[in-house]
């Protein structure tokens, strides 16, 4: 495995951005608040120093938008975290979720592989991400079975034959999480869930405040924790 990440590290300086994920199913990563690096399909609306403010994300996200030329496509929330801007793109049609992205707030400098890789400084990350917006890794990344950036290489590639149907309905994805909140998180629950190509994602809280993100995979089950954000900040909606 280790050497498989470093052929994809090369290939990712030399031609493509490395975008990877490996916090899998990871509590105890989960609290480190880990950075990703890696850019695929990526907008910057500028480099910065300075963290990246609400509205700038905001900005960021619908330029992000205009990019991609197509009318079916909008902007469901964006939620603020310590480390990151999370947005969530729909379909309008359907309503259901395409796919998910960031926003780093600030040159990152911890590595997001336990301390394996850095994203601090260089064109590795660092102040590059600063005002990105990058896929996220994870389920986005290896569950999205429609806008799956892993099927394209110099991005993300439509499947228009992908269905959302899945075998793990969204009350069994509530039912799988609570499992694993109950283990992991004791009195975190289920706040909210997205259905996604593949996968669901889930908002989960404690005491009236939202505390974390998880998915679960809609055809095995699998949870996934998202172990890149940090402490939640707030969020607000852009329907």
């Known amino acids: 495995m280790g050497l498989i990440l470093v052929a994809v590290g090369i290939i990712g300086l030399l031609a493509l951005p490395l975008y990877t994920g490996l916090a899998w199913n990871s509590p105890a990563a989960y609290s480190q608040g880990m950075p990703m690096s890696g850019m695929m399909g990526q907008w910057s609306q500028q480099q910065q120093i300075r963290p990246t403010t609400l509205e700038e994300a905001k900005t960021i996200a619908w330029q992000y938008l205009a990019s991609l030329r197509n009318p079916n496509m909008a902007i469901r929330e964006i939620m603020e975290f310590r480390n990151n801007f999370y947005i969530t793109y729909y379909e309008k049609d359907t309503g259901i979720g395409a796919f998910e992205m960031l926003i780093w707030k ?134």
């Open 106 to 239: 600030q040159a990152q400098s911890d590595g997001m592989m336990g301390g394996g890789m850095r994203t601090s400084g260089d064109m590795t990350g660092g102040s590059m991400m600063t005002g990105t917006i990058v896929p996220e890794p994870g389920p986005n990344m290896m569950w999205n079975t429609k806008y799956s950036m892993m099927r394209g290489m110099m991005g993300p590639r439509w499947q228009p034959g992908a269905s959302s149907q899945m075998p793990v309905s969204e009350q069994d994805a509530k039912s799988v999480a609570e499992n694993s909140l109950s283990h992991d998180f004791p009195g975190a629950h289920v706040e909210g869930i997205t259905r996604f190509y593949g996968y669901y994602t889930i908002d989960f809280e404690k005491d009236g405040r939202i505390v974390g993100m998880m998915s679960v995979n809609g055809y095995s089950g699998r949870v996934w924790y998202h172990s890149w954000h940090g402490a939640f900040i707030q969020e607000t909606e852009l329907d």
